[in-house]
């Protein structure tokens, strides 16, 4: 595809989702949704399966395009979002999910700030505070014995921003001496039971992008060391030899090179200890944004689809075959990576 500037292509990626993905909620006046593939199943297009957190990381898009071309018909429309997103969820805003919950809280507390409204993030920061175990981190889910990097991330980080910034230290303290794996990168999380605790060494592009966000907001004393290590450690073991970050195929894992894109952006933007680590994150964000653009397909509107590896040829999405470019998860964090690279200094 024909390479235009940043601020352009993320305007195409936007009306790429806009136009394919997002639509009336069972036909409810003042509400949209993201259709979760595209082009869509059928119990997709009925939005009957909606994926809770996918449609906060829809609604953080709206923040970020408004935060680059401000305009005010995306008020409009995130204003619209969260009401069908309300709605779909059985009237409240938490679930069983301690992740699902923080993101949400994240992108309200964002819509908020850039919107000016005052959607209430209270019930969602009430859920995760209550849920705060005596090792200072919560479970993933409710009632659960695992604690990870997915859930502390983004909890760590809404708290800070909502002001409990002792009890995001406490997390991402936690995070360091339990999480940290020998190459610098950050593992899953670890599964407590009577026999002791047990680390899940997985290791996910998300957990990082999360973890950066964490430190940024918290900046103890520690975490600028922490970050630069970091930011050095993804470097080396999640991108190609050209800064391209990994994905991590479809589904949920569609989303996680595209948050981990996020957060980068942010540390390029704000860390200020480090010129070599802001410029390492800003290289991997752009890297990433040239290759997925490059290796994007248009369809038949004339609009990109990106593929999940930024670094292979996407393929074109149809409905004879199930190809991962239909899941919006994909879409979206295609999408998040464009504004991200906009959002970095020129």
Do not use: K
């Not at 408004?66 to 995306?74: A, F, I, K, M, S």
């Not at 909502?162 to 230290?169: I, L």
């Not at 922490?226 to 190609?240: E, F, M, N, P, Q």
């Not at 480090?274 to 991997?284: C, E, G, P, V, Y």
């Amino acid at each position: 595809m024909q390479i235009g500037s940043p601020a352009e292509r993320a305007a195409l990626a936007e009306h790429a989702v806009r136009i394919r993905s997002i639509r009336r909620l069972w036909a409810i006046p003042g509400t949209r949704l993201g259709v979760v593939s595209h082009p869509a199943r059928p119990p997709h297009r009925l939005l009957l399966g909606w994926q809770y957190w996918w449609q906060a990381h829809l609604f953080d898009c709206i923040v970020d395009a408004q935060l680059r071309d401000p305009g005010p018909e995306r008020a409009g429309l995130a204003q619209r979002v969260v009401r069908a997103s309300l709605i779909r969820n059985g009237f409240r805003r938490t679930n069983s999910y301690y992740d699902d919950m923080a993101w949400w809280g994240l992108a309200l507390q964002r819509g908020n700030d850039v919107f000016g409204t005052s959607v209430s993030v209270a019930p969602i920061i009430r859920a995760c505070r209550g849920a705060i175990r005596a090792e200072g981190v919560v479970p993933w889910r409710i009632g659960d014995d695992f604690l990870n990097a997915p859930a502390n991330g983004p909890v760590a980080i809404m708290l800070a921003r909502a002001g409990y910034r002792d009890e995001a230290a406490r997390i991402t303290d936690w995070i360091a001496r339990n999480l940290m794996l020998g190459s610098g990168l950050v593992a899953d999380g670890v599964v407590v039971s009577q026999e002791g605790s047990r680390l899940d060494a997985t290791v996910y592009t998300y957990c990082q992008g999360v973890v950066l966000g964490a430190e940024l907001e918290v900046m103890g004393a520690e975490s600028p060391r922490r970050i630069a290590d970091l930011v050095s450690a993804i470097w080396r073991h999640l991108t190609d030899p050209d800064g391209v970050i990994a994905g991590q195929g479809g589904g949920d894992g569609g989303l996680f090179a595209g948050i981990l894109a996020r957060y980068l952006t942010l540390v390029a933007n704000r860390f200020e200890d480090s010129d070599d680590t802001r410029q390492l994150a800003a290289h991997m964000v752009r890297s990433s944004a040239e290759a997925a653009w490059r290796n994007a397909v248009r369809n038949a509107d004339g609009l990109p689809s990106f593929g999940p590896e930024w670094n292979q040829p996407a393929q074109t999405p149809g409905r004879s075959h199930w190809v991962t470019e239909r899941d919006l998860s994909v879409q979206l964090s295609g999408w998040m990576l464009m504004e991200a690279a906009a959002a970095l200094p020129a």
